[in-house]
């Protein structure tokens, strides 16, 4: 059974952090700029009186925020 070799796993190569996230300025002006859309939303509807959406305001800005601060 020459033909049939057995497949080798993915090879894990370590990468620089550099080359994970080229850009972690860049990341974290947009992190701030979500930051205050989302007060700026909130205060926008807080003052037209739609108290739900200030909730899914709240929940989906701070959702990306954590969601990039794990990543």
Do not use: Y
């Amino acid at each position: 059974m020459t033909g049939m070799e057995r497949p080798q796993g993915p090879r894990v190569v370590s990468l620089p952090r550099a080359a994970i996230t080229p850009h972690p300025v860049l990341g974290a002006l947009v992190l701030v700029a979500i930051f205050f859309a989302g007060v700026a939303g909130v205060v926008v509807a807080l003052s037209l009186g739609h108290a739900a959406f200030v909730l899914s305001i709240v929940l989906i800005t701070f959702g990306l925020i954590a969601a990039a601060a794990l990543c």
